[in-house]
C-alpha cells in the first residue's frame, strides 16, 4: 500500500495550495483518509479528517474556514485545499489512512510520503 502526496511548493502569505493524495494497492474506498504536518522541530499535528464517503469531515482548530478536505474515491485520491495561507502553516503535509474516522495524528493506520509546503511573509 503505498500513499504519495502532492502539491506542496513555495506560497506568499494569503495564497492558495492545493495538495493531492494518490493512493494504491488499498480499496481506497474502505478507508477514512487524513492530512498530517510536521513544522521544522515540531510534533506531528493533526489537520483534517475525511470518512470513507466523504460525508463526515473534521479539522483541526488551526485550519477550520481555511482547508477543505475532499475525496474522489474513483480515482483514489484524497485533496486538501489551502487557502488564507499563513507563516505558520509552513510544514511537510503527509496523507494518511484508517480504519475508523479518527481526529488525531495517533490514530492513523498508515501513513504516506509528504510534500513540502513554504508559506512565506
Known amino acids: 500500500a503505498q500513499l504519495q502526496a502532492s502539491g506542496g511548493g513555495l506560497v506568499q502569505a494569503g495564497g492558495s495550495l492545493r495538495l493531492s493524495c494518490a493512493a494504491s494497492?488499498?480499496?481506497?474506498?474502505?478507508?477514512?483518509m487524513g492530512w498530517l504536518r510536521q513544522a521544522p522541530g515540531k510534533e506531528s499535528e493533526f489537520v483534517a479528517s475525511?470518512?470513507?464517503?466523504?460525508?463526515?469531515?473534521y479539522y483541526a482548530d488551526s485550519v477550520k474556514g481555511r482547508f477543505t478536505i475532499s475525496r474522489d474515491n474513483a480515482k483514489n485520491t484524497v485533496y486538501l485545499q489551502m487557502n488564507s495561507l499563513k507563516p505558520e502553516d509552513t510544514a511537510v503535509y503527509f496523507c494518511?489512512?484508517?480504519?475508523?474516522?479518527?481526529?488525531?495524528?495517533?490514530?492513523?493506520?498508515?501513513w504516506g510520503q509528504g510534500t513540502l509546503v513554504t508559506v512565506s511573509s
Open positions: 494497492g488499498r480499496t481506497f474506498s474502505s478507508y477514512a
Open positions: 494518511a489512512g484508517s480504519r475508523i474516522f479518527v481526529t488525531d495524528a495517533w490514530s492513523f493506520d498508515y
Open positions: 475525511i470518512s470513507r464517503s466523504g460525508d463526515t469531515t
